[in-house]
């Protein structure tokens, strides 16, 4: 018995999409949703709840692989995105002393540039642009214009 309904279920998802991780999060969204109607005695998060088990059982009976997978790697995409984007967050503050991140104006990476105060030549090496950039550190004056200040307070007296 237990083999018969098992090939049931395999037969009925055999070329469905099937469990993928937009319906985990459906799933998941659901059970909070469950539990909010529950603890608030309101019915509306139960009909978003139902709503989006249709839009799963929808999902997962799909015959159309091509287009759940595109959203499947839409979601991977974005999720990368958002990890990339902390670890790039967590690195400039690390090292914000002793460098700069400047985005490449022609491909739009990152990159990661020794902070030292003036115009720099810069090569990106993922498209081999060539741009310039000026750091400026606030709070922080070169040489020379130490020495204006110094100047311009001397002639002050
Ligand atoms: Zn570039």
């Given at each position: ?145 130490k020495e204006a200040r110094k100047a311009e307070a001397r002639a002050k007296k």
């Open positions: 018995m237990a083999s018969t309904l098992k090939d049931k279920i395999s037969a009925l998802f055999a070329g469905r999409n099937g469990l993928d991780m937009w319906n985990y999060i459906i799933v998941a969204v659901d059970v909070v949703l469950i539990a909010v109607s529950m603890l608030t005695n309101s019915y509306l998060p139960l009909c978003i709840a139902f709503l989006l088990l249709i839009l799963f059982l929808f999902r997962a009976l799909s015959r159309n692989l091509a287009k759940r997978q595109k959203e499947n790697m839409f979601f991977t995409d974005a999720a990368k995105a958002i990890v990339r984007q902390h670890k790039l967050n967590g690195m400039r503050w690390k090292d914000r002393k002793t460098h700069v991140y400047k985005k490449c104006p022609a491909c739009r990476k990152v990159l990661r540039v020794k902070r030292r105060k003036g115009p720099k030549d810069i090569h990106c090496p993922y498209c081999n642009n060539d741009f310039k950039i000026i750091i400026r550190i606030p709070g922080e004056l070169d040489k020379e214009e």
